[in-house]
Nanobody, 127 residues
Framework: QVQLVESGGGSVQAGGSLRLSCAAS????????MSWFRQAPGKEREGVAR????????SYADSVKGRFTISQDNAKHTLYLQMNSLKPEDTAMYYC????????????????????WGQGTQVTVSS
């Protein structure tokens, strides 16, 4: 069983930065596709960034390329999302998720492919 706990959300003005963290437990020595999703009110959950914890492969949604960076600290079992140049449209609840390694190479970002989810952390960007 994998437990995921997000932190680091908050309110920031447009152009600002935030770093989200996702502390993971229960999966020591296993490889997963770790991802960040977000969901704004009235919208579907969308994938933002993902990383294969074994090889470090990363990919990003077009909407965040060049602004967001996903990374991991294997020693701390923690996933990060550095978000720069934030825009009001980045406002959403951000979720950390873990799935099987092959999910990282999927052409789609499909929430049902992920086995474990955190409770989310709110990010609000004001103009």
């Amino acid at each position: 069983q994998v437990q995921l706990v997000e932190s680091g959300g908050g309110s920031v003005q447009a152009g600002g930065s935030l770093r989200l963290s996702c502390a993971a437990s229960g999966y020591t020595y296993k490889i997963y596709c770790m991802s960040w999703f977000r969901q704004a009110p009235g919208k579907e959950r969308e994938g933002v960034a993902r990383i294969n914890t074994g090889g470090g492969y990363t990919s990003y949604a077009d909407s965040v390329k060049g602004r967001f960076t996903i990374s991991q600290d294997n020693a701390k079992h923690t996933l990060y999302l550095q978000m720069n140049s934030l825009k009001p449209e980045d406002t959403a609840m951000y979720y950390c998720a873990a799935g099987q390694p092959y999910v990282c190479y999927s052409g789609s970002w499909s929430p049902p492919e992920y086995n474990y989810w955190g409770q989310g952390t709110q990010v609000t960007v004001s103009s």
